[in-house]
């Protein structure tokens, strides 16, 4: 059994499809294409989204929804992903594909706290990101909801990496049952 982050199980955390072949998932992770991200985006990524991505390099997770204390335009106590990017330049979704961290922020608007890492079902109306605000370029930062909707209002997700991971719920953990 593959472990992350101690003792959480990644042999059953991505959804396979051809669709994250085709849009996420990109080449196996290798120090040396780390290296060149981290010094195009100018941040040191988190041991753990390096630790994940080395299982699989970017794509569709299971679990799709994690929990905020506050309200977003996307519901009053969570926020969803569709896939979280992977470390490189070759597919659509990873960091560094054909600019995709700088449009973010000149063209879409989005503030430059970070590194944008998981895209939302809005189609790029709100993103999930690295917060490095409170840490600098080279520390360990939050995760943090950013939303367009709401003139790009930034709402605390998680501690960090590996928090926001472990704290992906299914969606019907948010569906009353009765």
Sequence with gaps: MATVFGNFDISDFWEP????????????????????????LGYTLPKAYVELMKHQNGGLPKKTFHRTSERTSWSDDHIAITGIFAIGNKKPN????EGNFENLIEEWGYPPIGVYFADCPSAGHDMVCLDYRKCGPHGEPQVVHVDQEIDYKITFVANNFESFIRGLEAEDAFHDNA
């Design 17 to 40: 499809s051809v669709y994250a072949k085709r849009e996420y998932i990109d080449v196996p992770l290798t120090d040396e294409l780390v290296e060149s991200v981290e010094r195009e």
């Design 94 to 97: 990873s960091l560094c594909f």
